[in-house]
């Protein structure tokens, strides 16, 4: 399939490049690590990166692309495969349609291509994979948006995900002389109110009777320390994580703009995509997400939760 992929790429003169909204670090990575490999591989075609932004961009600014131009471009979307996680509709007008991602959902997008490996740590793994078997040369540019994915989404190669694959391709970026130190310094530097808050987090989290844990981020809470809620909910997502009594953890916050609430899910090691899936969302067997319309959906999540740890434990 990698093939396929790169035999449509070269056909095309515009190539337009997004990934789900509110990214994390490895939307971002695969994003811009494609996007700066075919730029310079391709120095004479158009290449866009397009979506929404946030705090963790530490690239570039996204692009506006004119109707026009979309309607002869090949459109590819990573790190996700269904429509809710994405920005806009613009992908419609595409003339064709790639997507690349590693979740466990199904797609509803009807692309031309879909390429999933579940498999995989992240989408910038499998962004580094497809370049590295089509021999795109990978630049520090183009290397470290992909490092930086992988890191992210592995948790530092620390989740299950990892695979020797993973290690190989995590050396071959670093052989292009990215910056670790100043890398793992951006990603990882944070504010005294930030540990602060994570501080209250650890000291106000709740249990269930099986001991999912879990913690309910209301506005005032994101008031306080003056957060987003996309990014508390991606920031406080693994803050129960390495708690040797907590096999499930689940992390909730009020979403201040649209008033649904954003659930962060996370399991040692029993499967909880399940669950997710059940409330409109998905991701991966072990970190999955939804978005509920109310603190009473997410009781009954939890709910659903403490009875997988009870089935397991029982």
Same mark, same amino acid.
């Given at each position: 399939?990698?093939?396929?992929?790169?035999?449509?790429?070269?056909? &095309?003169?515009?190539?337009?490049?997004?990934?789900?909204? /509110?990214?994390?670090?490895?939307?971002?990575?695969?994003?811009?690590?494609?996007? &700066?490999?075919?730029?310079?591989?391709?120095?004479?075609?158009?290449?866009? #990166?397009?979506?929404?932004?946030?705090?963790?961009?530490?690239?570039?600014?996204?692009?506006?692309?004119?109707?026009?131009?979309?309607?002869?471009?090949? &459109?590819?979307?990573?790190?996700?495969?269904?429509?809710?996680?994405?920005?806009?509709?613009? !992908?419609?007008? #595409?003339?064709?349609?790639?997507?690349?991602?590693?979740?466990?959902?199904? %797609?509803?997008?009807?692309?031309?291509?879909?390429?999933?490996?579940?498999?995989?740590?992240?989408?910038?793994?499998?962004? #580094?994979?497809?370049?590295?078997?089509?021999?795109?040369?990978?630049?520090?540019?183009? /290397?470290?948006?992909?490092?930086?994915?992988? =890191?992210?989404?592995?948790?530092?190669?620390?989740?299950?995900? =990892?695979?020797?694959?993973?290690?190989?391709?995590?050396?071959?970026?670093?052989?292009?002389?990215?910056?670790?130190?100043?890398? !793992?310094?951006?990603?990882?530097?944070?504010? +005294?109110?930030?540990?602060? @808050?994570?501080?209250? !987090? +650890?000291?106000?989290?709740?249990? %269930?009777?099986?001991?999912?844990? &879990?913690?309910?981020?209301?506005?005032?809470?994101?008031?306080?320390?003056?957060?987003?809620?996309?990014?508390?909910?991606? @920031? *406080?997502?693994?803050?129960?994580?390495?708690?040797?009594?907590?096999?499930?953890? /689940?992390?909730?916050?009020?979403?201040?703009?649209?008033?649904?609430? *954003?659930?962060?899910?996370?399991?040692?090691?029993?499967?909880? =995509?399940? =669950?997710?899936?059940?409330?409109?969302?998905?991701?991966?067997? +072990?970190?999955?997400? #939804?978005?509920?319309?109310?603190?009473?959906?997410?009781? +009954?999540?939890?709910?659903?939760?403490?009875?997988?740890?009870?089935?397991?434990?029982?």
């Amino acid at each position: 399939m990698d093939k396929e992929i790169f035999k449509l790429i070269k056909e &095309y003169e515009s190539i337009i490049i997004a990934r789900h909204k /509110a990214p994390d670090l490895d939307a971002y990575g695969s994003q811009f690590g494609l996007y &700066y490999a075919l730029k310079e591989h391709f120095q004479n075609k158009k290449i866009y #990166a397009v979506g929404d932004t946030n705090s963790l961009n530490q690239f570039q600014e996204l692009e506006k692309v004119d109707e026009m131009i979309i309607k002869k471009s090949l &459109y590819i979307i990573t790190d996700t495969a269904v429509r809710q996680m994405l920005t806009d509709d613009s !992908y419609l007008l #595409a003339d064709k349609l790639i997507v690349i991602d590693h979740h466990q959902n199904d %797609t509803d997008l009807s692309p031309s291509i879909y390429y999933k490996d579940t498999e995989i740590s992240s989408a910038s793994e499998l962004i #580094a994979r497809f370049l590295i078997r089509n021999n795109v040369k990978i630049s520090q540019n183009a /290397a470290k948006p992909l490092y930086m994915g992988i =890191v992210g989404d592995t948790g530092r190669f620390l989740f299950s995900s =990892v695979k020797p694959e993973t290690f190989k391709i995590a050396a071959t970026l670093l052989e292009t002389g990215i910056d670790l130190n100043s890398i !793992y310094n951006s990603m990882y530097f944070e504010s +005294l109110q930030s540990k602060k @808050m994570k501080a209250e !987090y +650890l000291n106000s989290f709740l249990l %269930t009777k099986n001991n999912v844990g &879990y913690r309910k981020n209301e506005a005032s809470f994101l008031e306080k320390y003056q957060i987003e809620s996309k990014t508390a909910s991606r @920031m *406080l997502a693994n803050q129960l994580s390495g708690i040797k009594e907590i096999p499930i953890w /689940a992390n909730f916050t009020v979403d201040t703009d649209s008033g649904k609430i *954003l659930c962060e899910l996370r399991s040692r090691k029993i499967p909880i =995509v399940d =669950v997710a899936k059940k409330y409109g969302g998905g991701g991966h067997l +072990l970190a999955c997400g #939804a978005s509920v319309a109310s603190w009473a959906d997410c009781d +009954l999540m939890l709910e659903d939760l403490d009875l997988l740890l009870e089935e397991n434990h029982g």
